[in-house]
């Protein structure tokens, strides 16, 4: 059992290391996250291939359960740059890193919106101090924060 655990955790660390390596640009994630990130590619794309073109222990569907999951994976980080990052896929702007201003955006909901209308900015406190309260802020970054939005309406 303990075996197969490690198992999975050392293949979804490859395959997501592949895809990474395989999508242009940094992509600044934790190994924990990259191992996630192929283990679900590999459930995902392993999954139709192996649907596909049968799950025998023969070399061809081997390795197109491989290229799938690899896929798959890839298709993961591209949507999560492009989703949860906001950042392009191609073009300059793929190469740089994600700034920590886009990810704190992310996190109150308001990702790329650099508006100054009071009705953004209300919704933005509310959704701050959700978060303050959820405990995901610390009462420096909440102030902080805070402070920031204030002065910008």
């Known amino acids: 059992m303990l075996g197969a655990i490690i198992q999975v955790l050392i293949s979804g660390f490859i395959i997501g290391a592949l895809a ?4 242009p640009g940094p992509d600044p994630m934790s190994v924990p996250m990259t191992i996630l990130l192929g283990v679900f590619g ?7 291939a192996a649907a596909i073109f049968g799950a025998e222990q023969d070399s061809g569907s081997v390795f197109a359960i491989l290229i799938g999951s690899i ?15 906001k950042r392009p896929i191609t073009g300059p702007e793929a ?3 994600p700034s920590d201003r886009a990810r704190f955006a992310t996190l109150l909901g308001a990702p790329g919106r650099q508006s100054g209308r009071r009705d953004d900015v209300d919704d ?3 959704k701050l101090s959700e978060l303050h309260r959820d405990g995901v802020l610390t009462d420096e970054e909440f102030e902080a924060k805070k402070a920031e939005l204030l002065a910008r309406s």
């Open 95 to 97: 190469h740089r890193p």
């Open 71 to 85: 896929v798959a994976s890839m298709l993961l980080l591209i949507g999560y740059r492009r989703f949860v990052q």
């Open 20 to 23: 990474r390596w395989a999508v």
């Open 124 to 126: 933005q406190l509310r």
């Open 42 to 48: 590999s459930f995902l794309g392993g999954g139709i």
